[in-house]
């Protein structure tokens, strides 16, 4: 697969990465015959680990396809971080726009440029407790509805092994593989040139979403449950209980002052 420039800050940044990372983690890597060797597009990955975002990116480099990974507009502006930030070519999202499009420009400048542009969809670290890919966001399903680019789904496992969701302390022993499976594009020429409405952009990065799983589940050799984790309802189920609650103690109070 031809190499295109990768640059000094990312040159870098493997220097000061890689070796660590052959070290603590074995490696189990497949499908990348699947990232293009040309042109623009998006990888969708799941997120399981603090460790996971430099475990792939080490894949997505040795594809000679370095990823652009979307990252807050405020960590290009601190110091050797920016400076790294910047020099790696990684994209800022500004989260204070009102226009939920606009705030992804970069990242559609980015794909218009021939780059690869690394989107977590779940947007942080998943909470389904056996560690299977949570409902996404819609980031990744607008940029690609804009761009048409292909959509590569990518599902990671292991380095949740040796560094646990929302964990401190690492598992070092025994060594852990970093299993990566690349997948072909998603299909969703079915949504292009139609008007990107809430349901539209909900069902697009379902099915992106699903791929993802897809991927997962021939690395784990499982089934995913047939309903993806969603924070927002466990977030409402919650609310709700408390309310049921606070409202039962309220009435056995009242009963009790009469």
């Known amino acids: 697969m031809p190499r295109r420039r990768i640059g000094f800050w990312y040159r870098f940044a493997a220097v000061l990465c890689k070796p660590p990372l052959v070290v603590l983690i074995k490696r189990d890597w497949r499908g990348?015959?699947?990232?293009?060797?040309?042109?623009?597009f998006i990888t969708a990955v799941n997120h399981n680990s603090h460790v996971d975002p430099f475990a792939y990116a080490h894949y997505q480099y040795n594809t000679g396809r370095v990823p652009r990974f979307l990252a807050k507009a405020g960590l290009f502006k601190k110091g050797f971080v920016g400076a790294a930030m910047r020099g790696t070519g990684q994209i800022p999202v500004y989260r204070e726009s009102t226009d939920a499009?606009?705030?992804f420009r970069a990242a559609i400048d980015a794909v218009e440029r021939?780059?690869?542009v690394a989107f977590y969809p779940e947007g942080t670290l998943t909470r389904d407790p056996d560690g299977w890919p949570m409902t996404g966001k819609t980031g990744a399903a607008r940029v690609a509805l804009q761009t048409k680019c292909p959509v590569i789904p990518v599902a990671q496992w292991g380095a949740n092994e040796l560094l646990p969701p929302y964990a401190k302390k690492p598992n070092l022993l025994p060594r852990k593989t970093?299993?990566?499976l690349a997948g072909p594009p998603v299909d969703l020429s079915r949504f292009y040139d139609k008007e990107m409405s809430p349901d539209l952009l909900?069902?697009?990065t379902e099915v992106i979403m699903a791929a993802i799983t897809a991927q997962l589940e021939q690395i784990r050799g499982e089934r995913a449950p047939e309903k993806a984790y969603d924070p927002r309802e466990v977030r409402i189920a919650q609310r709700r209980r408390a309310a049921a609650k606070?409202?039962?103690?309220a009435q056995q109070e009242e009963g009790q002052g009469a």
């Open 246 to 249: 606070e409202k039962a103690q």
């Open 101 to 103: 499009l606009s705030a």
């Open 32 to 40: 990348m015959e699947n990232i293009p060797t040309e042109g623009g």
């Open 202 to 204: 909900k069902e697009a």
């Open 178 to 180: 970093h299993h990566v």
């Open 114 to 116: 021939g780059e690869c």
